[in-house]
């Protein structure tokens, strides 16, 4: 097997969230487009347990990018106690706090993308505030609650280079579906010329910057 079969199986074998047909269409929309535009930093809001990012670290590790993976790493609403996304076994004995960094880390390193995915700890929008590097390629899979997606969009998007990559995952049409907020930030991005769609697969996105 190649290396870049070796890691889109080993995505597939990491928890999260993300369909093994969204994975494959993150991986192959980052890599022609970086292949066309190599060298570029990437970054990712939500990180979870590193699927998502053993995806894109694939395609970034082919075009020489960098992957930003960020995360405060204690979860959304929907993972805590009681929650629809609870899992026991995230959960920290020392306070009893969901914490994914631990598995984030063993993933990035049995992935052996430690110099490819890089974390950033912290949340979304303090670390926004003080990133300047432009983006090559940005995917939106954090909160979902309006302030924080919402805060997501209007403090990471203007980071892109025109022409960059914007992609945005469960993004739901059909409210009966899931939550509002990804599929309004994708029709605000949408909605001025902004942005242009690219493709689509299941709930994700993926768009470039047009002005
Ligand atoms: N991309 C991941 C799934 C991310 S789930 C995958 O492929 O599996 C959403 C993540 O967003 C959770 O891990 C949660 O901790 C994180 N998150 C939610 N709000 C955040 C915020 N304000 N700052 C940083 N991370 C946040
Ligand atoms: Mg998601």
Redesign the pocket.
């Known amino acids: 097997m190649s290396r870049v079969d070796d890691l889109l199986t080993l995505a597939g074998a990491v928890k999260?969230?993300?369909p093994r047909s969204e994975g494959l269409a993150l991986y192959e929309n980052a890599l022609s487009h970086a292949t066309a535009r190599p060298r570029g930093t990437w970054l990712?809001?939500?990180?979870?347990?590193g699927?998502?990012a053993v995806y894109l670290g694939a395609a970034a590790e082919a075009t020489h990018s960098v992957l930003y993976s960020?995360?405060?790493?204690?979860?959304?609403e929907e993972?805590q106690a009681g929650w629809e996304y609870f899992d026991q076994e995230l959960v920290d004995p020392f306070d009893g706090r969901l914490n994914?960094l631990p598995t984030w880390q063993r993933t990035i390193a049995d992935a052996e993308l430690e110099s490819t995915v890089i974390g950033l700890v912290g949340?979304?929008?303090v670390i926004a505030r003080h990133f300047s590097t432009p983006l090559e390629l940005l995917f939106i899979?954090?909160?979902h609650g309006e302030e924080?997606a919402w805060g997501d969009f209007e403090l990471w998007t203007p980071k892109l280079s025109p022409g960059a990559l914007l992609m945005i995952h469960d993004v739901f049409p059909d409210p009966a579906d899931g939550g509002r907020a990804p599929y309004e930030i994708y029709l605000a991005a949408t909605a001025k010329g902004a942005f242009r769609d690219v493709a689509i697969e299941g709930s994700l996105r993926v768009l470039r910057r047009e002005t």
């Open positions: 999260g969230f993300m990712e809001v939500g990180a979870w347990c699927k998502s960020l995360d405060h790493h204690h979860g959304s993972n994914t949340p979304s929008h899979d954090g909160g924080i």
